[in-house]
């Protein structure tokens, strides 16, 4: 089974004091055409908008009944050294129009929060993001939809990939939509700036 997968760049400001936060836009994620093939923008029209230039890098994509879709970017606020940053991420939408009654899973996964040249005291690593679903928020059709983590207690750190949110429908379509939450823990020697990281979520 092809796993489908969408990127979001999230970003967060850290400084001694409260600064204002920056948000940086990336290509909308790959959604299937009705077309056997489609054509989507791809990681490199992501660096060539951050670099100001245009263009854009194109990837051949398999249309798939079965998708995710995410936010393009998201912005967590700012904080402290020491602190907590919490903000949701937007809505990711799952919709299974396959036929039959097959199952799906949806995973997430993240990389480091960097600033500046990504040294150290520059980074903060996945350990300290953590994630949690909570529940469904809009969804049609019958089926099954189970979170991964409710609410804020359950929430994971996403050191490895883990389950956001699983279902199974009945009767195509369906679509499963939530709002995941992700939590930051700022080390106390963290370094001023402002940090971006990439969320990815799959479903397969």
Not at 34 to 62: H, Y
Not at 75 to 101: F, K, P
Not at 168 to 185: A, D, F, G
């Amino acid at each position: 089974m092809r796993k489908v997968r969408a990127d979001a760049l999230v970003v967060a400001a850290l400084a001694a004091s409260i600064a204002l936060p920056i948000a940086l836009p990336i290509a909308p994620p790959i959604t299937p055409f009705t077309s056997p093939l489609a054509l989507a923008a791809g990681p490199g029209a992501r660096q060539a908008g951050r670099d100001g230039v245009s263009g854009a890098e194109l990837v051949a994509v398999r249309a798939d009944p079965l998708t995710i879709t995410v936010p393009g970017s998201a912005n967590l606020g700012s904080g402290g050294q020491g602190g907590t940053i919490s903000a949701s991420m937007g809505t990711v939408t799952v919709t299974d129009q396959r036929n039959g009654i097959p199952p799906w899973t949806a995973t997430v996964s993240a990389t480091n929060f960097t600033t500046g040249s990504g040294t150290p005291a520059q980074t903060i690593t996945t350990a300290n993001v953590a994630y949690w679903s909570g529940p469904v928020t809009a969804s049609s059709g019958a089926g099954t939809r189970f979170p991964g983590q409710p609410t804020a207690t359950d929430r994971v750190p996403l050191t490895s990939p883990v389950v956001a949110f699983s279902g199974r429908k009945q009767v195509p379509p369906m679509s499963t939509s939530w709002q995941p939450t992700l939590v930051i823990t700022i080390p106390s020697g963290a370094a001023a700036g402002v940090y971006t990281g990439t969320v990815t979520h799959s479903v397969a």
